[in-house]
């Protein structure tokens, strides 16, 4: 299972699953990370965290434990 804590820079993936319960699921969700969103990896920062995103169209920083619930196809 590939999550988005091992996407590498500059790589487009497609999300396919979201882990989590309660109110961390329906916060990930409510930054329109949701099933079969595409997401470009733009940069991490140098102690990798956190992770600097594009989705839909807006950029977004998530941290590595909030990454890690987001499994990729």
Known sequence: ?????DARVGETVTVSRLHGEGAVKRR???MGITRGTEIFIRKVAP??????LNVRGYELSVR???AE?????
């Open 64 to 66: 590595r434990a909030d």
């Open 28 to 30: 990930i969700m409510d």
């Open 47 to 52: 102690l990798g965290d956190p992770m600097e």
């Open 1 to 5: 299972m590939k999550t988005l804590k």
């Open 69 to 73: 619930m987001i499994e990729l196809a």
